[in-house]
């Protein structure tokens, strides 16, 4: 059987390779040189609407919560944290090996109402941030009786 090598233009084939290029690069995929690739992941998030009030679930681990900060503004909720890791393997007192991992976590999302501060509450365990944001009620206008 012959086999005949046809070469086609694909004008798309150079866009793919950039866009898994930059995936594996932005994942930490990659190989860093010389150490441990920074990296930021994006927190995983459960979102739930209970009627009066919003519960969020993040996904956090390795994180302490002395490193977690969230602030929240109208319908805005920004939450950033970091996890640090540092592992040695001494032989008497010399270093054989030591690992330093470093990962940030970052969400910024608009909830579908606005929350207030009164009543909401932040809890964390195992990993997992909980935020219990009660809503914020609205005020409707009362039309008045003039007399």
Known sequence: MNQ??????DPFGS???DVFSDFFQR???VPWRGAEAPSVARARMDVIDKGDQFEIKVDLPGVNKEDINVSVEGARVTLQAESRQQKETKDGEVVLHSERTFTSYARNFELPAEVTDEGAAAGFENGVLTLTL???VTVTSKRLKIR
Do not use: F
């Open 15 to 17: 866009l793919v390779d």
């Open 4 to 9: 005949l090598s046809v070469r086609r233009s």
């Open 27 to 29: 994942t930490g995929m």
């Open 134 to 136: 009660p809503k914020r």
